[in-house]
Structure formats: structure tokens, C-alpha cells
């Protein structure tokens, strides 16, 4: 299957720990985009990148996130100092700049700080 | 800023029913509009696209949706539902690749 993916799945942590999370594209998608999903709600945009830049950020996104690409393919979203808040679904998507705008997402981190 | 509204967030029907799923956009310049549907245990997938032309797209398992300009407004449907539909539905709509999705609509179908 060469769907996009994300690692882990799960995670629970204590507020105040550091958190990273991994996403793997489909191979030949140049645009990745990170989202995050609460319970009764829609996806809500954080940040995406083309290749290895990262062109837009959500004013969600705090200072205690930080996301990279560092070679264009998978890419990494670290959360820091977790808080209650922070917790809910992180979803990945990528996507082809051939094809306007279809997005492909994986299947999601549910994070959870106690 | 762009909005998303999906006025029906919980939907229960009989199998054969027919199906209409409002969505409304508050952006008035060239938007590209999706519908994405969560079936349960599965991610997201997209059901539906409009980017030009013919404003009543067709997409996969029947489902069909009518760009109506005038109203911002992009509504889904499908004229006889499965049980195998039971899923959540987003309405999105894109603007310079900053995609916005409605809170979803939950749809249950009875057998």
C-alpha cells in the first residue's frame, strides 16, 4: 500500500512532555499538510509545505509547535510543553501539484495528555 | 476569513431514502470545493471535487454534488441511500491551497 501514513497512531503523554509525530507521504506527492481534529469538528488546518518549505502556518499553530520536511518527503510535528488543549487527532495529508488540490490522508495520530 | 457550514450535523435515514447534505461557503471569489467522507474506522477520502465547469459533479457510489455560485453553496446528494453509506461527511472548500472544512455531518442508515 503506498497510501500515506503516520506514526504512531496513538499516544498519551503527561502535560508538559514533548511530543513528535511522523508522516509518510505518497512517495511522489510534493505538498504535505498537517491538521488537527477535535471531537464533533472538521479537520483544521495548521501548515503545509511544498517540497521541503514551508509555505503557510495557522495562527493555531503556537509557538510550541513546530513542524518540518527537512528533504521533501516525510515530515515530523513536534509539540512542546503538551498541554490538556493540545489533545485530539493529527491528520496528514498530501497531495500532487498535478492534481489541483486532491488531498490523500492518513490515517491520523490521537493524541491524548493526561 | 473563509467559513464552512453544514447546517445538518446528524442525519438518520431508512435505506432507499434519498439524501441532501447542505453546504454553505462564506468566500465570494474562485474557491475549489470537496466533499470528503470518514466511512467508521477508516480516514479520511474524497468523495467529490468541483474546480470548473459543469457545476453538478458526479462522484464515486452515486453521489453527486451542485455548485450553485449565487447561493455559496455546495450541496451533496444522492437519490437512494445503503446502509453502507453510514459514515461522516465534510463539506471543504479550498482557497490558494488552504483548504477549510465544515464541523461534518454524521449519517446513519437504517437497513
Known amino acids: 500500500d503506498t497510501g500515506v501514513s503516520q506514526n504512531p497512531r496513538h499516544k498519551i503523554t503527561k502535560r508538559g512532555q514533548n511530543v513528535t509525530f511522523r508522516c509518510d507521504p505518497i512517495?511522489?506527492?510534493?505538498?504535505l499538510y498537517w491538521y488537527r481534529q477535535t471531537l464533533g469538528q472538521g479537520p483544521e488546518f495548521l501548515t503545509y509545505?511544498?517540497?521541503?518549505?514551508?509555505?503557510?502556518k495557522s495562527r493555531l499553530l503556537s509557538d510550541r509547535f513546530s513542524a518540518e520536511r527537512p528533504k521533501g518527503s516525510f515530515s515530523t510535528l513536534e509539540i512542546q510543553r503538551t498541554e490538556q488543549g493540545d489533545s485530539a487527532m493529527y491528520l496528514c495529508?498530501?497531495?500532487?501539484?498535478?492534481?489541483?488540490?486532491?488531498?490523500?490522508f492518513g490515517p491520523g495520530t490521537r493524541l491524548l495528555v493526561l | 476569513a473563509q467559513s464552512v457550514s453544514q447546517h445538518n450535523h446528524h442525519v438518520i435515514l431508512s435505506e432507499a431514502a434519498s439524501l441532501e447534505l447542505g453546504c454553505n461557503y462564506s468566500?465570494?471569489?474562485?474557491?475549489?470545493l470537496f466533499w470528503y467522507v470518514q466511512y467508521p474506522g477508516q480516514h479520511l477520502q474524497l468523495l467529490l471535487k468541483?474546480?470548473?465547469?459543469?457545476?453538478l459533479v458526479k462522484g464515486i457510489k452515486g453521489f453527486e454534488a451542485e455548485f450553485i455560485k449565487s447561493k455559496f453553496s455546495f450541496n451533496l446528494r444522492k437519490p437512494s441511500v445503503q446502509w453502507s453509506d453510514t459514515a461522516e461527511y465534510f463539506c471543504?472548500?479550498?482557497?490558494?491551497?488552504?483548504?477549510?472544512f465544515g464541523r461534518g455531518t454524521s449519517l446513519i442508515v437504517h437497513p
Open positions: 468541483y474546480f470548473s465547469g459543469d457545476p
Open positions: 512517495s511522489e506527492h510534493n505538498r
Open positions: 468566500y465570494g471569489g474562485t474557491v475549489n
Open positions: 509545505f511544498q517540497n521541503e518549505a514551508q509555505l503557510e
Open positions: 471543504a472548500v479550498d482557497e490558494s491551497y488552504i483548504p477549510t
Open positions: 495529508a498530501s497531495s500532487s501539484d498535478r492534481v489541483v488540490e486532491t488531498q490523500y
